[in-house]
């Protein structure tokens, strides 16, 4: 079973932290230059090791898309669309793809309406209704602000990946 189609709760006894991996951590992962690389890469060694399944949706992905291939001038990264397919693939490989459904569509709009959520948040609520769907609990992202109307109405935990990689630094690292 590859990573893009195992079930993350398959045979868990306790139930585990299961996370959203946001897309501006994705972005983070991909572009070296970033000062938030670093950080990235260690939350997502340490939370690797913890054995948390990494999850993303297609959202996640086509977000990353987007953003990944448009032009640095415009707040892009700039890859060509075969360098944004690799990394696309990449992800596949690393993280557990989970699958748009219509219940993630419905619960969307049980979220926007009891939130008021207008604009360019509605993406965001998007990504609330999955995780609400799938079960997942956490959501790593540098973006915390944008999601944390939903913590407590929905128990999403929202996660700070430099929280996660400051507290799990070893000395001399």
Known sequence: ??????????????????????????????????????????????????????????????????????????????LSPAQAQASIAQFEASFHLLPDTSVIFAEWKRIVTAYTVSGKTAHDARLIAAMKVHGLTHLLTFNGNDFHRYSIGESITVVDPHSVALSHVSPGQ
Not at 33 to 55: D, E, K, M, W
């Open 1 to 78: 079973m590859t990573a893009a189609t195992a079930n993350p709760l398959a045979g868990a006894s306790a139930k585990p932290v299961l996370y959203l991996v946001d897309t501006n951590i994705l972005l983070r992962d991909v572009d070296a230059s970033h000062s938030h690389h670093a950080t990235t890469r260690q939350a997502l060694r340490f939370l690797a090791t913890t054995g948390a399944p990494l999850c993303l949706i297609p959202q996640n992905l086509i977000e990353f898309w987007v953003a990944a291939t448009r032009p640095t001038a415009v707040n892009g990264l700039g």
